[in-house]
């Protein structure tokens, strides 16, 4: 709760990784070597000791004073969104957050009159996909889809777009065609499921059922030379959004612990639960936290 109005979990979400992104960039290269360097004291101090995010939280490296800023940190610009995605590109910036959940996107543009081509890398930390809708047959209008896998939600991200209202730089012709896909899957993924929207003005929940793989979930590295190299996750953690639209409603964690058992945590509350299914089938299934495999 925020201003006594209750905050989306995913855009916190974000803004969290954001922050720590923020705070940590620099460490991880730092550490590696040796945390050497001459650099200006005056420029900025390690966020580890008191300043930004992680300040604020209270957490300090223990039995480690503070350090001054050295050439070997790297500053992240402040242009970075926290949508999910930054202008710059995460995965050539080392911090705690990027080591971890930092992957990649190309999206592919190109022109339906002579087929000239650009192409766009973006990192991302959280990756949004969309739920496929149904929709009857003879009608306008969409209903609520029950049978959609996960997979159909990433096919339906990396659709290929037609007839987009885009000028060629190469022929200024107008109308081409546009596709994304993952060309760095990180070590964790996290998925989040664009389950809010609006219609008509009016803010509204998706609570079609999407079917969740448990272990097992395969995914593609597809480089721009169309290389593939398989990337095989295990759902680790995921939460669930309970209610009517994202002002309002309950939000309940359940995640894996290193002893193999599985808890749900419910505010306070802390419970056992059985170990999933192979699959899990749910309607408030929000934000799915995958660990890759070795």
Known sequence: LFNHKQQDAHELLCLLLDAIHQDTNGLVQSERNGGSGGGDAS???????????MGCLGFRRPEQPVVEATD???????????????????????????????????????????HYKTHNR?????????????????????????????????????????????????????????????????????VHLERFGYVNGRRFKRDDAVTIPVHGFVREDVSESKVRTQAVYDLCAWTEHIGADD????????????DGRHYKFDDHIVSPISCPSPTIRSRTAYVLFYERRD
């Open 43 to 53: 420029r900025r101090t390690s966020h580890y000791g008191g300043g930004g995010m």
């Open 72 to 114: 070997d940190w790297v500053d992240v610009p402040e242009t970075s969104s926290s949508g999910g995605g930054l202008e710059c590109d995460v995965t050539d910036v080392d911090s705690v957050v990027s080591k971890f959940v930092a992957g990649r996107l190309c999206s592919e543009v190109q022109c339906k009159a002579c």
């Open 122 to 190: 973006e990192g991302f930390f959280t990756l949004s996909v969309p739920i496929p809708q149904s929709k009857a047959r003879g009608s306008s209008a969409y209903y609520q889809n029950d049978e959609t896998t996960l997979q159909d939600c990433f096919s339906l991200l990396e659709k290929e777009e037609q007839s987009l209202p885009w000028v060629c730089d190469k022929c200024s012709q107008t109308g081409a065609s546009k596709r994304i896909w993952v060309v760095s899957h990180p070590k964790v993924l996290i």
């Open 247 to 258: 002002s309002c409603g309950h939000y309940i964690a359940y995640a894996k612990h290193i």
